[in-house]
């Protein structure tokens, strides 16, 4: 049996009017961890959040020896170019949504992390730092500026820019983990949130196959007022609120056939997501929801 959890009894709810969310079970899913066993989403009927069940206290364990896909390998060849091409992608348009560039950034739960490793190449008069769980950086960002973190205390107030892409859904209690990220901000500062949209175009098509499902390592699936109100309620201001494509369909292509991710299902991603754009777009229900806040 999936237990109750116990943030979810007490989240308020977004349109709920300060009444907690009405949750009903919605599916179970494969542990892709190997580490939880029973694994599975209730959602909220009313502003649409789901939480991953059972509850996690910690979920560092899942992490380690970053073994997860959260980490892209420490390789060369054909697929990690063209993952360096879709990272470095998404650091221009960022810098683009901002109008102007930083002088300190942080990447917090910076994974592998070729989006900061983007950012370092595109930003050299600026200081941009990566931090995530583990005590020394990953391979793409040998050199570069890192720290864990557990240090994060140390560092509040340090940056005029702070993104957390597909950092908000690793954590049972999201609210929480918003206002240490946005501790870290300078007064002023901007944060940019980017997760998977629960009410994506594909979910209902691929099912359990969509590739931000994840369990258990997603442990809460954003709507957009769940994500909007979370943002208002750690004391933002939002300014930006954006549709984005991200490519999923490789890996969801591999779900469904039950096979891991590989470079032939990389392909396939790339050949579809014209596809996969193309229905976003015409829906309106994009497969990732990115927003740019300000702090008081």
Request: a neutral charge; aromatic letters at 8%.
């Amino acid at each position: 049996m999936i237990h109750r959890h116990p943030v979810a009894d007490v989240r308020p709810c977004a349109v709920g009017d300060g009444a907690p969310c009405s949750f009903e079970p919605m599916r179970r899913f494969a542990d892709k961890s190997g580490k939880v066993g029973e694994v599975g989403v209730i959602r909220c009927t009313r502003c649409g959040i789901g939480v991953s069940m059972p509850p996690l206290a910690d979920v560092a364990f899942l992490y380690e020896g970053r073994a997860s896909q959260d980490f892209q390998p420490d390789a060369r060849g054909l697929a990690h170019r063209i993952k360096d091409i879709a990272f470095r992608r998404q650091a221009r348009t960022l810098l683009r949504q901002l109008g102007g560039a930083p002088r300190a950034a942080l990447d917090f739960g910076c994974g592998s992390r070729q989006v900061t490793r983007g950012l370092v190449d595109m930003l050299p008069a600026a200081e941009v730092t990566g931090a995530d769980f583990h005590d020394a950086p990953p391979a793409e960002l040998a050199g570069r500026r890192y720290f864990p973190i557990g240090d994060a205390p140390e560092h509040t107030g340090a940056f005029d820019l702070v993104s957390a892409f597909h950092v908000l859904e690793h954590d049972d209690d999201p609210q929480a983990l918003l206002g240490r990220i946005a501790a870290l901000a300078a007064p002023g500062g901007t944060i940019v949130l980017e997760v998977p949209n629960i009410d994506c175009f594909w979910t209902g098509l691929l099912g359990e196959a969509w590739d931000a499902w994840y369990l258990p390592f997603h442990r809460t699936h954003f709507s957009r007022p769940a994500l909007r109100a979370l943002v208002e309620r750690a004391g933002l201001t939002i300014e930006q609120d954006l549709d984005i494509c991200v490519p999923t369909m490789g890996r969801s292509i591999a779900n469904a056939f039950g096979r891991p991710n590989s470079l032939l299902f990389l392909l396939a991603g790339v050949a579809l997501h014209p596809l996969q754009w193309l229905g976003e777009k015409l829906s309106g229900r994009p497969s990732a929801i990115r927003i740019v806040a300000r702090k008081a």
